[in-house]
């Protein structure tokens, strides 16, 4: 399995972090699957102090209708 794609994902209060932005990286594998990050990247009090700690370059997908609630925004 190689990895393909690294991605970061805005949510806003996760069951995990109650009240909080957080910033999670992920890898897309070739077969299709996704991993996460053990840790998140960040753990924040605003959208804005998330942003900022993506990586810079990266470009802001937003969010599909599927997502699960929490998900703010994607970033490639």
Known sequence: MK???EL????QNP?????KFVVRGQ???SDGSIRPNKEPLGVVE????ARSLVPAGLVNLG?????DPVIVECWV
Do not use: N
Not at 15 to 19: E, I, P, Y
């Open 46 to 49: 605003s959208l804005d102090e």
């Open 3 to 5: 990895d393909l794609l």
């Open 27 to 29: 890898v897309a594998q």
């Open 63 to 67: 969010r599909s209708d599927e997502d």
């Open 15 to 19: 069951s995990d972090f109650r009240g």
């Open 8 to 11: 970061f994902v805005i949510y």
